[in-house]
C-alpha cells in the first residue's frame, strides 16, 4: 500500500511540473506573438530615422542660415509632419536631412538613399514617385530686371532664361521657347546672381521664392504665372505604407494653428 501511494504522489508531482513548464512555455510564445514591429520601421531605409533629400537654395523653403545651418518653411514644416507621424503611430523618429542638388532627389529617393523628398516638389507625370497630399499652393512665375523689356512670357523668346534642371518651371518655360534654349547655370542662388550682373535675362522659379529675391535685388515679377501647382512631400514608388502615414500627418498639420503660424512666420501667407 505504501508503495503504491509513493507511486500516485509521485505522478502527481511529475503531472504538475509538467503543467507548469506547459503553462509557462505557452506565456513565452504569446508575448512573443504580441511583440509586432512597427510596419513603417520596414520602409525606411534606418530605423528610427527618416532621412530626407532637400536642395537649401529656394528659400525661403529651403536654404542655409548665415551659420550653415538648414532653415525655412519646409523644414519646419517636415519636422511638424513627423512630430505628427510619431503621434499618430506611437513610433520615435528622428529626423536627418541629406543636401544634394534638386535634380538628384527623386533618383536618390528610388536608390533607396534617403527616404522622403521634401524640396519645392510640385506634380508633374515624368516624376517616378508618390507625392504626398499638398501642402502649399505654388505658382511658377518670370522674375527679370527692370531693363529687359520683358513683360509677358511672350517676350521670353530669344532671350537667355533659367529655370532649375527637372523642375516644372523648366518644363514650362522650354514650351515658350524650345527646350534646348532653357539654360541651367547652376542652383538657384547661382542663377539669380547671373540674373543681378546681366548674364542671364529672367529666371523661373516658384512664387513664394520670386518674391524672396525680387525684394532683395530690386528685381521684378512678371504679374502672369506661367504655371499653377501645388507642393508636396515625395515618397518612394511603392512605398505605401509610409505614404500612407505621411499623408495622414500632412493633412493633420495643415489643418492646424502652428500651419498658419509657421505660414506667417516664413511670409507664406
Given at each position: 500500500m505504501k508503495k503504491i501511494i509513493t507511486l500516485l504522489l509521485a505522478v502527481l508531482m511529475c503531472m504538475s511540473l509538467a503543467a507548469c513548464g506547459s503553462k509557462e512555455s505557452n506565456n513565452t510564445n504569446s508575448n512573443d506573438n504580441n511583440t509586432v514591429a512597427n510596419p513603417l520601421d520596414a520602409a525606411l531605409i534606418s530605423e528610427g530615422t527618416i532621412i530626407i533629400g532637400t536642395s537649401p537654395d529656394y528659400p525661403p523653403f529651403e536654404t542655409l542660415s548665415a551659420a550653415g545651418e538648414l532653415e525655412g518653411f519646409d523644414i519646419d514644416m517636415v519636422n511638424a509632419v513627423v512630430s505628427l507621424l510619431n503621434e499618430q503611430n506611437g513610433t520615435n523618429y528622428t529626423v536627418t536631412f541629406k543636401q544634394m542638388d534638386f535634380s538628384t532627389i527623386i533618383s536618390a529617393l528610388q536608390a533607396s538613399q534617403i527616404d522622403v523628398g521634401v524640396?519645392?516638389?510640385?506634380?508633374?507625370?515624368?516624376?517616378?514617385?508618390?507625392?504626398?497630399?499638398?501642402?502649399?499652393?505654388?505658382?511658377?512665375?518670370?522674375?527679370?530686371?527692370?531693363?529687359?523689356?520683358?513683360?509677358?512670357?511672350?517676350?521670353?523668346?530669344?532671350?537667355?532664361?533659367?529655370?532649375?534642371?527637372?523642375?516644372?518651371?523648366?518644363?514650362?518655360?522650354?514650351?515658350?521657347?524650345?527646350?534646348?534654349?532653357?539654360?541651367?547655370?547652376?542652383?538657384?542662388?547661382?542663377?539669380?546672381?547671373?540674373?543681378?550682373?546681366?548674364?542671364?535675362?529672367?529666371?523661373?522659379?516658384?512664387?513664394?521664392?520670386?518674391?524672396?529675391?525680387?525684394?532683395?535685388?530690386?528685381?521684378?515679377?512678371?504679374a502672369e504665372p506661367l504655371v499653377d501647382e501645388q507642393m508636396s512631400i515625395v515618397i518612394k514608388t511603392g512605398n505605401d505604407t509610409l505614404a500612407a502615414a505621411v499623408n495622414a500627418a500632412v493633412e493633420a498639420f495643415v489643418a492646424s494653428e502652428d500651419y498658419n503660424t509657421l505660414l506667417a512666420k516664413w511670409e507664406l501667407n
Open positions: 524640396s519645392g516638389f510640385t506634380y508633374s507625370p515624368d516624376r517616378d514617385c508618390i507625392f504626398s497630399t499638398p501642402y502649399i499652393g505654388s505658382n511658377q512665375v518670370v522674375v527679370t530686371r527692370v531693363d529687359t523689356g520683358i513683360t509677358t512670357s511672350e517676350d521670353l523668346v530669344g532671350k537667355k532664361v533659367a529655370a532649375g534642371t527637372g523642375t516644372t518651371g523648366a518644363e514650362a518655360l522650354a514650351e515658350i521657347i524650345g527646350e534646348g534654349n532653357v539654360q541651367h547655370p547652376g542652383d538657384y542662388t547661382v542663377m539669380f546672381q547671373a540674373l543681378a550682373a546681366g548674364q542671364l535675362d529672367a529666371v523661373v522659379c516658384d512664387e513664394a521664392v520670386g518674391v524672396n529675391y525680387v525684394n532683395e535685388m530690386n528685381l521684378v515679377m512678371l
